[in-house]
């Protein structure tokens, strides 16, 4: 039987606001070592920070996060710094699990900064988005493989990650990661990430007759650089892939990216 480290639940839903064209918070509840914190940011959204006071992730470790985006309502959610997955003693993994439900005519900007990966870390992650008609969804997730300037290499790894977002009952999009073994000889490898060690995907989401995603695309294929690709993978839904040798660099094309997709400036947690 293995130790519990840390347990960690929060549940959340945002709804309209007393104005038109804002949002508010409708439920709150949170236990263990997941707090979540509102910091004023734009009216026309809610944003809500939340905080692993566990200091990082590590085997036995589980942590769930449930939200709804009630109609109307916009929730702009990202963590308060990058996500640590350390060393796992024992083998079993950390959970985490994410559950989004995103209304007809609301919009969720899910925008957590990096998960850093560390030797011998093991993850078991998830998160599923459900939206329901015109739903609008902005999703980044990014991976570091270690800290390069820290020296660090990754030689073991068990990695399984997934993201799935669907609309209306239908898988949208659906993608699983299983890393195991030494990540930094894989990331080494051309046809990954060619000794990349900073990964990101982002998501854009719109109802498949908006023009929204395909305007996006020509905005920002121009300004991307060689290890990034972006593309319009069925009406309404686009993707971007990117590839950079360390966190620090890919923030570099990252953070303009997301900040025109969402339609403003980025949460102040990334800028600190």
Known sequence: MTAQRARGTLWLAAKPGPAAGTSALADLRHSGCLKALFPRGPQDRLSAVFVNTSGGITGGDDLRIEATVMSGARLSLTSQAAERIYRSSHGAPGMVRTQISVEHGARLDWLPQETILYDRASLDRSLRIDLQGDAVCLLVETLVFGRRAMGESVDRINLSD??????????????????????????????????????????????????????????????????????????????????????????????????QLNDGPLPRTWMI
Do not use: C, Y
Request: charge should be positive; hydrophobic fraction near 50%; avoid cysteine.
């Open 162 to 259: 997934r993201i799935a977002v669907w609309r209306d009952g239908a898988p949208l999009f659906v993608e699983r990661t299983h890393l195991a073994g030494n990540a930094s000889r894989h990331l080494a490898r051309r046809a990954i990430a060619t000794g990349g060690i900073a990964v990101a995907t982002v998501l854009f989401a719109t109802a498949p007759d908006k023009p929204d995603a395909g305007r996006h695309l020509e905005k920002l294929r121009p300004a991307l650089p060689q290890q990034a690709g972006i593309s319009i993978i069925r009406p309404g839904l686009l993707l971007l892939r990117m590839v950079a040798p360390d966190s620090f660099i890919l923030r570099q094309t990252l953070l303009p990216v997301l900040a």
